[in-house]
Structures are given as structure tokens and as C-alpha cells.
């Protein structure tokens, strides 16, 4: 009996969007460092101001390009993830923090989009391991999962800090451009660790969901009776302790 909906598809498109959304992010890193080296040519007294201004209109194209891309891939990445945990709470309900729900407004509510997405996603590969485990060994990819959160957190850091730049720390308005392309650069390398850590999360998914459907599938083990077990794990684990 599989009481699962199907994600597979929402998990390739998921995938596929986030490969194309950080090709185009590689394309931003690219261009604020071709914008660096010039503001430092300009600096050092070359004549380079006209290709900076080019630079700078082509950057300020890619930005309104990344900024639809990042709404595409947002949405469909919502689509795998609400997916995902709609399916976690009926593997192990009892132990869900969130409605599904909150896959979807979390992202948009400041300070709590850094917080439950990440639970949320704990959530979806707890309930993975306490069902795959009755049958083999598998272990919580704690190291995967705080490496996706932490370098979102981080991009998003440097991201604000960039663009908040107070002048008064600076001698010139030259250092501080120049210093908020350094900072951008770093940020969207992180975006990109974050963007492929969760492609990575992603097909690990894949994979799991599709041994939890075998094993929903097979006639001696029924979800009422995983799920039984699973409850009195979460029992023991809590209740009696």
C-alpha cells in the first residue's frame, strides 16, 4: 500500500533549474571579476572607465536575468520540497514540526526563512532514515544538510553586507566598490556551494523515496505496520526517557 505522491518529476525539474539557475550565477561571479580587475586598472591610472561602464550595464542586465531566474527556481524547488514533506508526514507524522504549508510562506518571512526551511529539511530526512532503517543501514546526512543551510546563511551575509557598505570605513569610493565586488564574488560562490549541496540533497531523495516505495509495496509490510514501529520508536525515544 504507498500512500506517497509521486515527486520524482518535481525532483528532476527541481534539479535541472538549480543546475541552470547557478550557470548563471558562474556567468555574475565571471562578470564582477572582470569589473574588479578593471576598477583596479582604472585605480592604478588606465584608461579603463568605458569598459568599466560596459561591464557595469551588462552586470546590470545579468542582475534582472539572475533575479527571474532565482523566482523559477525558487518555485520549483518549493514544488520538491512541499512534495517532499507531504510525503514525510504521512511516513512519520507524529514527529513533524510544520504544516506542509510552510515550505511554501517560510521563504518569504524574514529571520524564519533561515530557520524552518532548515528544519523542514531535517524533518524530510529523519522521517527517510527511521523508515529505510527497519530494513538497512542508513545514516542522516547531518554534514550535507549543514553545508547547504550554512552556506545560504553565509551568501546571504555577504550578500547584505556588500550592499550596506558604510563609506566611513573607507578612503576612497573606489575602495569601497571595489570591496563590495569582492564580497558579492564570495557570496555567489557560496550560493553556488549552497545550490549544489541541495542537487546533491536532492538525488540522495531520489533514491530514498524510491526504496520506500519498494518497501511500501511489499505485501507483509503495510504502512500501517512501519508506521507502528515507527511510532513506538518515537515512543521510547521521547515518552520514556
Known amino acids: 500500500m504507498n500512500v506517497l505522491k509521486p515527486n520524482y518529476q518535481r525532483s528532476q525539474n527541481a534539479i535541472n533549474a538549480t543546475y541552470f539557475y547557478a550557470a548563471i550565477v558562474a556567468i555574475q561571479i565571471?562578470?564582477?571579476?572582470?569589473?574588479?580587475?578593471?576598477?583596479?586598472?582604472?585605480?592604478?591610472?588606465?584608461?579603463?572607465l568605458k569598459t568599466i561602464k560596459t561591464i557595469?550595464?551588462?552586470?546590470?542586465?545579468?542582475?534582472?536575468?539572475?533575479?527571474?531566474?532565482?523566482?523559477?527556481?525558487?518555485?520549483?524547488?518549493?514544488?520538491?520540497?512541499?512534495?517532499?514533506?507531504?510525503?514525510?508526514?504521512q511516513l512519520d507524522p507524529a514527529t513533524m514540526r510544520y504544516k506542509d504549508g510552510w515550505t511554501v510562506w517560510a521563504g518569504f518571512i524574514p529571520i524564519i526563512n533561515f530557520i524552518i526551511p532548515y528544519?523542514?529539511?531535517?524533518?524530510?530526512?529523519?522521517?527517510?532514515?527511521?523508515?529505510?532503517?527497519?530494513?538497512?543501514?542508513?545514516?542522516?546526512?547531518?554534514?550535507?544538510?549543514?553545508?547547504?543551510?550554512?552556506?545560504?546563511?553565509?551568501?546571504a551575509i555577504f550578500t547584505y553586507t556588500g550592499s550596506y557598505l558604510p563609506g566611513k570605513f573607507f578612503h576612497s569610493s573606489l575602495q569601497r566598490i571595489e570591496t563590495r565586488f569582492v564580497l558579492y564574488i564570495i557570496a555567489h560562490i557560496l550560493q553556488i556551494m549552497s545550490l549544489f549541496a541541495s542537487v546533491v540533497i536532492i538525488k540522495k531523495y531520489i533514491a530514498a523515496e524510491i526504496e520506500i516505495e519498494e518497501l511500501l509495496e511489499q505485501p507483509n509490510d503495510s504502512i500501517f505496520s512501519i508506521n507502528t514501529t515507527v511510532y513506538q520508536q518515537s515512543y521510547d525515544s521521547t515518552g520514556n526517557s
Not at 533575479?67 to 518555485?75: D, E, N
Not at 527511521?130 to 551568501?155: D, G, M, S
Open 30 to 48: 565571471a562578470l564582477y571579476a572582470f569589473d574588479l580587475y578593471f576598477y583596479y586598472c582604472y585605480g592604478q591610472g588606465f584608461d579603463s
Open 56 to 89: 557595469n550595464r551588462i552586470i546590470f542586465v545579468f542582475y534582472y536575468i539572475s533575479f527571474l531566474f532565482s523566482i523559477i527556481s525558487y518555485i520549483v524547488g518549493v514544488l520538491w520540497f512541499r512534495r517532499a514533506y507531504y510525503n514525510a508526514h
Open 119 to 155: 528544519q523542514i529539511m531535517q524533518d524530510i530526512w529523519r522521517s527517510i532514515v527511521r523508515i529505510l532503517h527497519l530494513q538497512k543501514e542508513i545514516n542522516y546526512p547531518a554534514v550535507l544538510i549543514n553545508a547547504w543551510w550554512l552556506c545560504y546563511t553565509f551568501y
